[in-house]
């Protein structure tokens, strides 16, 4: 069974699947809720593990927020509104993994500057994404001072 965040993941940061598990170091499929169904029962992965290969591959993570918000106190919030389309400006010309929830389970996809990839023999446009999208983590080149 392959994990939809590595898969993207891997993706983004033009690796294939494998390199990715063995930089990580496990492979998600431990059962650490056994009582949930598959998939949710499985550990899977943290983008914080992503991120922490990114950086050794000389590359950025940067998350970009759907709908930001700010809270005092977590209890309050404030829904921060921009008067562009921010979120389809950030995803213009860029590359990285969109997350969000799909139907019960979270889920992440690949994507090129123009479409989210599934796997790579599966796309959709970004208004055929049906899933409720919270991030998009901008993936970028290190350059060097």
């Known amino acids: 069974m392959t994990n939809c965040l590595a898969i993207a993941s891997a993706m983004a940061l033009g690796i294939s699947y494998n390199q990715l598990i063995k930089e990580i170091g496990h492979d998600g499929q431990a059962i650490i809720f056994p009582d949930l169904p598959d998939p949710g029962c499985r550990q899977g992965f943290h983008i914080q593990e992503i991120i922490d290969v990114a950086i050794d591959l000389g590359v950025a993570v940067t998350p970009i927020e759907a709908l930001p918000f700010s809270t005092p106190d977590g209890q309050k919030t404030f829904g921060v509104n921009f008067k562009i389309k921010r979120f389809q ?39 055929n994404l049906y899933m409720d999208i919270d991030c998009f983590y901008r993936f970028t080149q290190i350059k060097s001072l």
């Open 89 to 127: 400006n950030h995803l213009k010309n860029a590359r990285g993994v969109i997350t969000g929830m799909k139907k019960k389970w979270r889920h992440a996809v690949f994507w090129d500057g123009e479409f989210a990839f599934e796997s790579p023999n599966t796309f959709h446009s970004y208004e």
